[in-house]
């Protein structure tokens, strides 16, 4: 195959995924081989790529890849997941612009509407993780909503029931208005937002004139008050205990109560208690056995209790009341503060708190094991800090209960009907009507009713590592075999929604499923690591969101930078828990200005393009290789050895990102800037030795490479030698670490920071790179050990530095610019007078920087807040600084 002129990244990318997919490379079957699974974070089925989903789908398929390579079944299950809010909500949009209503056409024609709507849209975030390269299992594509894992769904919610873990219940919930839906506490966000606090007077009864002033964000819930709260020891209120005061417009009689609830330095130190529509209040109301009164409907309206601005929005209600007690001389004042709203994270809406009657499951205890289960290590966090916010969010303090039920249609209908106040739970109609029969014979299906309300997403999606493989039939052989996965990768930001309920999932079912016998020998959980990615931030550091419009357009991206150069640009920022500044200005989804370090990828990619094409223009000859290429190419062996060592580490540590990084250097730098101009014949003429191993080293690298950047590794792989069918990159073997001589490695860096100093000197001094200098060395001992004790080095510094000779010396010449090589003496010889005062000077200015710089790096890491907080990789490389500048000020201390 012949080299092309120039690298088309559109074009390869095409060209190499057809053909992995045509050779079936990413298909897995349960074999004799160890499985390596990973089951994707399936998106919404609503959804189109974004930078989120490319940060965790690229580090999916570098662990996937990897895999592969070490010879194991890699199982990469694709997905989505039916989002039933945002799904639910898109088609209820379609159907109103065809002037449709999700009332006038019932249930069932609402559902084909949907799945007709899913057919249509649902598979383009699939095909678009297919540009990035994701080298998924496509065969095994499953969907939330498809029968076998719907079945799962349901045949788990009525084993749960049967446990006596779910039950049913009327409590004060996080309502949407606009989705007209329950929401669970994790499904609001919270954002800082301005707004009022209205002080508003209530007269205490029996008086004309003394009034108890409240101060409420709310005024239009002012209808629905039945008690007025201070705290016991505030002196300003206690003359009022046990007294009542009158609701302004409604003139209804409220007791005052002594609660040690309230904020005396909030507000007024006086609250107002509206059970039926706030969370606290609500549990201060059934404490002192108060009236609930409802007055604002489902789609956020008031209602007849309300009594006034009945029919208007609440927010609309809000100005009319205020107005209203303005008027009656009941509003004090108006005073603005900073508060946190909560929103709807599906609609954006703000919530409202509403009693309504949901299913719930219980978590103490559920949440309890999955809690040890991390804690004990049999699910490992990466980074490990991770930990902390789980611990969090699952210690008895803060769990609740799980509100798992949601009015809406599209989702797991929830099996339960109901025969007056009676319910029967059960898989299907006919087994919840002979289970009715036996309490009611005569019992009829028109006699019962099933439940209207659909499960919560997340109640189908925590059995996502089981359900996915069949495991909840008869045949149990690809559970059997996938289960326990592997890695799971995962936004923190979804930790308690997913992560967690995945592992209580996998410790309150697997046994069930699996057996006693399997669960012993291969683990309850439903994965051994879990890698969490950060959040995609903008220069601003906002989280990318389309709302804010500084996402870009992902497709754009691929376009413009190539999948190599967006995955290399993502994850070479992007440390395991840490959030990603992507450094390209957005607007409207088009970059303005280029993205460093996706512009960086891109350009990393022509190098590798660029570098085989200067290997396949060489002229081979059968001869021996020159010194200098000898020395080069047992360096280049050995640096690559200690890089696979170096590599293997990293990403059993899940530092993807500095595995990379790693690459990079070794390739660009070592390879391309090093070792190539090293073995570059001048007469254009290179042994056969030397090119085959140039061939060997570089086809090493390409495997190395490849999880991170798979096409543009295919494409030198192939172009380095004829190959033959099935011989491909993507399935190679990986390669391992060779014993190699860490002298070596010593001593060829010491010729490189000869080489860069005499490069260094001849472009400060303005002297021709053609110009021949001569290099002489101060006689010591170890002047073998520098020069690696044969006649590669000396060739090799004659051939990189241009030199015109490299001697011996036992005191300084006339003219020579000393430095350290390798800790020993080393004299440039210029075609100058060399000004020794001046040179002293320079060196003694540069020891005082870097002795500042030092001081600088001591004192962090004295901090031990710093040192505690800040990631394991940020502590190392400060520890780093330290030592590379304790080395150079040593070594400039001996110079001078």
Known sequence: MSAKETYNSSEVEKKWYAHWMERDYFRSVPDDREPYTVVIPPPNVTGVLHMGHML?????????????????????????????????????????????????????????????????????????????????????????MEPKLYEAVIKVFVNLYKRGKLYRSKRMTNWDPEAQTVLSNEEVIHTEENGNLYHVRYRVEGTDDTYITIATSRPETIMADSGLAVHPDDERYQKFHGRKVIVPLVERVIPVIADDYVDPEFGTGALKITPAHDPNDYELGEKYGLEVIDTITADGKMNELARFGVGLDRFDARVEIIKL????????????????VGRSERTNAVVEPRLTLQWFMKMKDTAATALSAVERGEVRFHPESMINMYRSWLNEENVRDWCISRQLWWGQRIPAWYHGDEVYVAETAEEAL???????????????????????????????????????????????????????????????FWVARMIMAGYEFSEDLLGEEFVEEHGRQPFRDVYFTGMVRDEKRRKMSKSLGNSPDALELLRTY????????????????????FDAPIQDGRVLNESQLCEQGRKFCNKLFNANRLIRNFTVADRDPDPAARLATDWIEAKLNATITEVDRLIAE???????????????????????????????????????????????????????????????????????????????????????????????????????????????????????????????????????????????????????????????????????????????????????????????????????????????????????????????????????ARAKIASLEKML
């Open 562 to 581: 190539g999948a190599d150069g967006v995955r290399y640009g993502m994850l070479s920022s992007a440390a395991a828990g840490n959030d990603i500044v």
């Open 56 to 144: 965790n789908a690229t580090v999916q398929d570098i662990l996937v890849r990897k895999a592969r390579l070490d010879g194991k079944n890699a199982c990469w299950v694709p997905g989505t997941d039916h989002a039933s809010i945002a799904t639910e909500a898109k088609v209820v949009g379609k159907l109103r612009e065809q002037g449709i209503k999700k009332s006038d056409i019932g249930r069932e024609e609402f559902l084909r509407h949907a799945f007709a709507w899913k057919e249509e849209y649902g598979g383009i975030i699939l095909q678009q993780l297919q540009w990035l390269g994701a080298s998924c299992d496509w065969s095994r594509t499953r969907f939330t």
């Open 325 to 340: 007690l303005k008027e009656r001389g009941d509003l004090v004042r108006i005073e603005q503060y900073r508060t946190k």
């Open 654 to 884: 899940y530092r993807l990102s500095e595995a990379m990084v790693t690459l990079y250097r070794l390739i660009w730098s070592d390879f391309c800037s090093w070792y190539l101009e090293a073995i570059k014949p001048t007469d254009g003429t290179i042994a056969r030795d030397t090119y085959e191993a140039a061939i060997s080293v570089f086809e090493r690298m390409m495997i190395l490479l490849h999880p991170f950047m798979p096409f543009i590794t295919e494409e030198v792989w192939h172009q380095l030698r004829e190959r033959a069918a099935g011989d491909d990159c993507v399935v190679a073997s990986w390669p391992v670490a060779r014993p190699f001589d860490e002298s070596l490695l010593r001593r060829f860096s010491a010729l490189q920071d000869a080489v860069s100093h005499i490069r260094d000197v001849r472009n400060q001094r303005g002297i021709s790179h053609g110009e021949p200098l001569n290099l002489a060395l101060k006689r010591t001992q170890d002047r073998d050990a520098l020069l690696g004790g044969d006649a590669g080095a000396t060739e090799f510094l004659k051939k990189a530095g241009v030199l015109a000779s490299v001697r011996t010396v036992d005191a300084a010449p006339e003219n020579g610019l000393p430095f350290l090589v390798a800790n020993e003496t080393a004299y440039l010889i210029l075609n100058e007078t060399v000004d020794l005062a001046a040179e002293r000077a320079k060196t003694q200015e540069e020891l005082d920087r870097l002795r500042g710089f030092l001081k600088s790096v001591e004192k962090k890491l004295s901090n031990e807040r710093f040192v505690a907080n800040a990631p394991e990789e940020v502590v190392a490389l400060e520890r780093k600084k330290g030592d590379d």
């Open 434 to 496: 002979a289970e009715a029969r036996r309490q009611h014979p005569g019992l009829t299906m028109d006699d019962l009713t099933q439940d209207e309300d659909v499960l919560d997403t997340w109640f189908s999606s925590w059995l996502w590592p089981m359900s996915v493989f069949d495991g909840f039939g008869e045949d149990k052989t690809e559970l059997r075999y996938y289960y326990p996965t592997d890695d799971l990768v995962t936004g923190w930001d979804i930790m308690f």
